[in-house]
Each structure stands twice: as structure tokens, then as C-alpha cells.
């Protein structure tokens, strides 16, 4: 009678090749492209989804487990870490107040924004800018914009882009670096009138920016090291569109949200508050706020159709 554990193993290793290569079939997000995902996952999310996938089996297997049949595979993430050097600047910046304070936390939608950019090269080009804006509840990308200027009407771009997709209620704070785009008046005035609070990074502490720098550090090893430079500023727009619209914030799980997408969290968060909200229904005033909620889910769905 063959070992239980090896038999497993077995199974596990002819598993592990589809889910590295078309995550989420459990959910029905499997497409005919299975190279939409670009075998972008590690060993942690790959045993999450494995996990789920062993449950009705009442199977698991650990990380560890999973990390030395990829090796007997060669199997692995194709995410690269490029290095990059990095000098402190001598240039003497204003301090501006820091209201989020490193506390990410939230309990809904549009309480807290976070908002930065980063470079992309092309050839015939040179560096092109993408600037974008995260709701920390879902971590979706809410606000997007890709430029070959890196001036203020780029973030204004996002800005605007942002509010378009979303319903601006209660005290909502937007946390960005001390850039000089970010420190403008221009920026800062659209600000105040859309009743946004401004929260700055102090200089040269990235962690007070945490969530953003990750979302970069995953846009830059997922979509754009393991590839040749892009050809050009259209080339490099499609093919970032594709990963922020249609991959992260549809389709890639995130392991701070529970192994959930942005867009599971942003529907999930709207239905429980309308659900709540009908349930505690006394007034005219309630309705209309149950309402807003369900127009968000509208809007959050309507995106979810175009892209």
C-alpha cells in the first residue's frame, strides 16, 4: 500500500503546476488565458490557494511543504527584485503635518486615501510617470493616470479620476509624500475644495507611505522587471492599464485582505452596509444613505463591466 504522504505529494505536484499557472479556479475566475496571471504567484499564495482547493478532500499542507515541491518542480514566482541605489537628499524640505501617522487601519470605504508615483522607462520615450491613488480599506487602485511629464496636472489627473469613481462623505484623509506636486498650491487648493484632509510622509521614511510602496514594489516585479524595457509610452500604457485594471484590483488576491481582492472586499464592505442600514431604517435620512450605498455598488459594478 503506498505512503499516504507520498501519494499526497504526488497529487500535490500535479496540482501545483495549474494553480501557479491559473489561480483562482475555485472562485470561477480560471479564463482560456492562463497567461493573464503570468505565473506571478509564490509559494504563500499558492498555498492558500491549494489549501481551498484541499478542503473538501479535508487536506492541508503547509508552506514549507508546498516551497520544496516547486523547487522539485522548478517552479517559481517570476517577480524580480531589482536593486537599486539609493542616496539621502540634502535638499532642506518643509515638514507638513502627518495625520495618518502610520495607522492604516480603517472600518469602511473613502476614510483614507494614500497617493504617490513612480517611474516607468521606455525606448523611445525615456521615463514616463504613473501616478496613482489606493483606498486602504480594499486597497483598490481608485485613482490612475500615466503621463511622460511628472508635474502636478499629472496627480490633479488622478485626482480627479478618483473622486469620479468615488462618493466623498465624512472626514476622508489623503496621505501623500512631500513632492513638490503634492506640496503645490494647485493640488492642495482642489483639496480643501473637495473637503479632503492632506497628510504628508515625513522626508525619507517610506514606511509612512507603507501600503503604496508595496503596491509599487509589486507593479515593478510582477509587470514590468520581468520583461524588457517597453518599446514605447503606448506600450507601456496598455500593458499597465491591464495589470492595474483587470489584474490587481480584480483578480490578485492580497494576503492583507484575508487572501481576497480589492474587488471582493469593495462589494463585500457596500452589501454588509447597505444591509445594516435598511435594517435600521426609521427615517427619510437613513434611506438616503442606504441609497448612496447602492449607487456605490453600482459604480464599483460598472467599472467592474468596462474593464
Same mark, same amino acid.
Given at each position: 500500500m503506498p505512503n499516504p504522504r507520498c501519494f499526497q505529494s504526488s497529487v500535490l505536484s500535479l496540482s501545483i503546476p495549474q494553480t501557479f499557472k491559473t489561480p483562482g479556479r475555485r472562485c470561477g475566475l480560471e479564463t482560456t488565458d492562463s497567461a493573464e496571471f503570468k505565473q506571478?504567484?509564490?509559494?504563500?499564495?499558492?498555498?492558500?490557494?491549494?489549501? /481551498?482547493? /484541499?478542503?473538501?478532500?479535508?487536506?492541508?499542507?503547509?508552506?514549507?511543504?508546498?516551497?520544496?515541491?516547486?523547487?522539485?518542480?522548478?517552479?517559481?514566482?517570476?517577480?524580480?527584485?531589482?536593486?537599486?541605489?539609493?542616496?539621502?537628499?540634502?535638499?532642506?524640505?518643509?515638514?507638513?503635518?502627518?495625520?495618518?501617522?502610520?495607522?492604516?487601519?480603517?472600518?469602511?470605504?473613502?476614510?483614507?486615501?494614500?497617493?504617490?508615483?513612480?517611474?516607468?522607462?521606455?525606448?523611445?520615450?525615456?521615463?514616463?510617470?504613473?501616478?496613482?491613488?489606493?483606498?486602504?480599506?480594499?486597497?483598490?487602485?481608485?485613482?490612475?493616470?500615466?503621463?511622460?511629464?511628472?508635474?502636478?496636472?499629472?496627480?490633479?489627473?488622478?485626482?480627479?479620476?478618483?473622486?469620479?469613481?468615488?462618493?466623498?462623505?465624512?472626514? /476622508?484623509?489623503?496621505?501623500?509624500? /512631500?513632492?513638490?506636486?503634492?506640496t503645490s498650491d494647485d493640488y492642495n487648493q482642489r483639496l480643501t475644495e473637495l473637503h479632503i484632509r492632506h497628510s504628508y510622509s515625513r522626508k525619507g521614511c517610506p514606511y509612512d507611505n507603507a501600503p503604496m510602496e508595496s503596491f509599487h514594489a509589486s507593479l515593478k516585479k510582477e509587470c514590468v522587471y520581468p520583461v524588457p524595457v517597453f518599446e514605447d509610452y503606448e506600450t507601456a500604457a496598455a500593458v499597465l492599464f491591464e495589470y492595474v485594471h483587470a489584474f490587481y484590483n480584480r483578480k490578485r488576491i492580497h494576503s492583507s485582505l484575508g487572501y481576497q481582492t480589492p474587488l471582493q472586499v469593495e462589494i463585500a464592505t457596500l452589501t454588509s452596509q447597505m444591509a445594516a442600514r435598511f435594517n435600521a431604517f426609521q427615517g427619510s435620512n437613513k434611506l438616503l444613505i442606504a441609497i448612496n450605498d447602492l449607487f456605490e455598488l453600482w459604480k464599483v459594478n460598472a467599472v467592474l463591466n468596462v474593464s
Open positions: 506571478r504567484y509564490g509559494v504563500m499564495k499558492i498555498h492558500h490557494e491549494l489549501n /481551498l482547493e /484541499l478542503q473538501p478532500l479535508q487536506l492541508r499542507c503547509s508552506p514549507r511543504r508546498i516551497s520544496r515541491l516547486m523547487k522539485e518542480l522548478d517552479i517559481h514566482s517570476v517577480t524580480v527584485n531589482k536593486w537599486k541605489a539609493a542616496s539621502a537628499s540634502k535638499t532642506k524640505v518643509e515638514q507638513r503635518p502627518n495625520l495618518l501617522k502610520q495607522d492604516f487601519s480603517t472600518t469602511g470605504l473613502n476614510q483614507k486615501w494614500t497617493a504617490d508615483m513612480t517611474y516607468i522607462q521606455t525606448k523611445r520615450n525615456g521615463w514616463c510617470y504613473l501616478s496613482t491613488i489606493m483606498d486602504l480599506h480594499s486597497r483598490r487602485i481608485i485613482g490612475y493616470s500615466f503621463s511622460k511629464k511628472m508635474d502636478t496636472d499629472l496627480v490633479l489627473k488622478t485626482l480627479e479620476s478618483a473622486v469620479k469613481n468615488r462618493t466623498i462623505t465624512g472626514d /476622508l484623509i489623503i496621505h501623500t509624500d /512631500l513632492g513638490s506636486q503634492y
